[in-house]
């Protein structure tokens, strides 16, 4: 992140940075928000029940600096939580931010934040209400993001036997980009397949749209941020099925990684494909289960629920969740 021309937060002062950051900020719509940025605590109309759900991205943990780019690092912020918030089957209404980072951070860095920020909200019609400011030892991006919901929730807990399985978005490209990048590939360098892998997981953008167009209908619905086998696993947890993944489906959604592992000089690279679309997180691709004869436009069946407890299986075999955990040190 250099942005040598630009003064450092300490420069600025606490004032004078979040002076630069509200001018970014578009004015929210005041029918839904009558108070928006810039006082005490936003106030907001609301119709429906109330949705809430927090999501943060701390530097070295879940991005680097040297190939997150401000504006990138914002759209990402945004798209995990608005990603939840439709996850629950839920319209988003709003974003709170909270930015903490070293006074020698160029001022530029958290205006390239909010500007990314700004637009996913945009894309997903969600306003920015407000946020806070703090000193720190590395960047970090914090959201809370609301929701309002007229019709029932979606819960993970509500797939059912006979349902399908059904995916809108992608899977496991957000991991490949990241194995890009941890072996030192450059985004700008990258041949375009390999870069479009990277932007996935530098700025992930979901399919909103997909996501609202099956929650009447989806019985089950969750956002991949930890991976095919880690979270429909939660779903066929909480719902007392068993899932089995179609092959075909799963190899046609690996394809376009196999140049990737390809490139990463990976011995068996059709394998190591379908090893990410199984267990990569961060694409934050919609997986709902739904009746056979209700897959909406946009979506992709991917599997069967079936009675029993025996989790994620691919031809009879479990799969086994592998994704990323904090705290472990596992990538
Ligand atoms: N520090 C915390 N305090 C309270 N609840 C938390 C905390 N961290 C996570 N949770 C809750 O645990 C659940 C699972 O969290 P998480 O695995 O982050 O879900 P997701 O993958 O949907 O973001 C969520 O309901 C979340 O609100
Ligand atoms: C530097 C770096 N290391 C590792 C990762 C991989 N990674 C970080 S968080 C994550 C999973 C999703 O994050 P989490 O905070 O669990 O999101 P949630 O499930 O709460 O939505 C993954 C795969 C990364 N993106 N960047
Ligand atoms: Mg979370």
Redesign the pocket.
């Known amino acids: 992140m250099n942005s040598l021309a630009s003064p450092t937060l300490e420069a600025l002062g606490e004032d004078g940075v979040l002076a630069r950051i509200l001018t970014r900020l578009p004015a929210p719509d005041p029918a839904r928000v009558p108070v928006g940025p810039g006082d005490d605590a936003a106030v907001s109309r609301i119709e429906g029940r109330l949705v809430t759900t927090a999501?943060?991205l701390v530097e070295?943990?879940?991005?680097?600096p040297a190939w997150c780019d401000p504006v990138r690092l914002g759209v990402k912020a945004a798209a995990?939580n608005l990603a939840?918030v439709h996850a629950m089957g839920a319209a988003p209404h709003g974003l709170v931010i909270s930015l903490g980072a070293p006074g020698t951070t160029p001022v530029d860095v958290l205006t390239g934040i909010m500007d990314g920020f700004a637009a996913e909200a945009r894309r997903a019609g969600a306003s920015v209400l407000g946020g806070d400011l703090s000193g720190g030892p590395c960047l970090i991006v914090s959201v809370t993001a609301l929701g309002t919901l007229t019709g029932p929730a979606v819960l993970r807990s509500g797939a059912r036997p006979g349902d399908a399985v059904v995916l809108a978005g992608t899977l496991g490209r957000?991991?490949a980009g990241?194995d890009l990048l941890l072996a030192g590939c450059a985004p700008e360098g990258a041949p375009a397949d390999l870069a479009a892998l990277i932007e996935v997981?530098r700025a992930p953008r979901p399919d909103y749209a997909a996501a609202a167009a099956i929650a009447g209908s989806a019985h089950a619905l969750i956002?991949a941020?930890?991976?095919l086998a880690g979270d429909l696993g939660r779903v066929a947890r909480a719902s007392g099925v068993a899932a089995a993944l179609d092959r075909d489906a799963l190899t046609a959604l690996a394809a376009p990684l196999v140049p990737a592992a390809r490139a990463l000089g990976d011995p068996d690279p059709a394998a190591r494909a379908l090893h990410w679309v199984l267990t990569?997180?961060?694409d934050h691709g919609f997986i709902a289960t739904v009746d056979p004869g209700r897959i909406p436009v946009g979506w992709t069946r991917i599997g069967t629920c079936r009675a029993g407890d025996s989790g994620v299986s691919l031809d009879g075999e479990p799969v086994a969740d592998t994704?990323?955990?904090?705290f472990t040190g596992d990538?």
Do not use: N, P
């Not at 070295?60 to 680097?64: A, C, K, R, T, V």
């Not at 994704?323 to 904090?326: I, K, L, Q, T």
């Open positions: 999501d943060m070295g943990e879940d991005f680097l995990q939840d957000a991991a990241l997981q956002d941020s930890d991976g990569g997180g961060e994704a990323f955990r904090h990538r």
